[in-house]
């Protein structure tokens, strides 16, 4: 799936509270958090291949206030799409969606700018996660 704009599903103009890429190699998945995301409020572009993500934000990186990426994906390991997008901006936010044991001491050996509150851990209900999302882009 390339880049997707949920922007004519949106219900309320007024409810904007972000632009956020996210990237995940599961369609299903994808698709769910796109929705979910255009629902509320959120401008959404959605990527399941990792090159084609960073290619997409490497050209135009002032259209995106977030990254939300699984940690898990084909083609590229999680660490490495990670430093691709914080190669451009240090500051930039890339939080990480994943289902795996996460061991945040090890991945800052690599990412040594990743904070804890950039992880979010699946299952998390929507609600969750855009409470997480509102938080990051404050």
């Known amino acids: ?39 509320y409020g959120f401008e959404v572009d959605a990527f399941s291949d990792p090159d ?18 699984d940690f898990r994906l084909n083609g590229m390991d999680g660490k490495t799409v990670y430093r691709r997008f914080k190669e451009f901006d240090t500051a930039f936010k890339v939080c990480i969606l994943t289902a795996l044991d996460f061991d945040i001491t090890e991945f800052r050996k690599f990412c040594p700018s990743f904070e ?3 992880l979010v851990k699946k299952p998390v209900k929507i609600s969750s996660l855009v409470q997480t999302l509102n938080l990051l882009l404050e």
């Open 1 to 39: 799936m390339g880049g997707s704009s949920g922007q004519n599903e949106r219900a309320d103009p007024e409810k904007r509270k972000g632009r956020i890429l996210i990237l995940d190699d599961e369609y299903d998945i994808l698709s769910l958090l796109r929705e979910s995301l255009v629902f």
């Open 52 to 69: 084609y993500a960073v290619n997409s934000f490497l050209k135009t990186p002032t259209n995106y206030d977030l990254v939300l990426m």
């Open 116 to 118: 804890e509150k950039f």
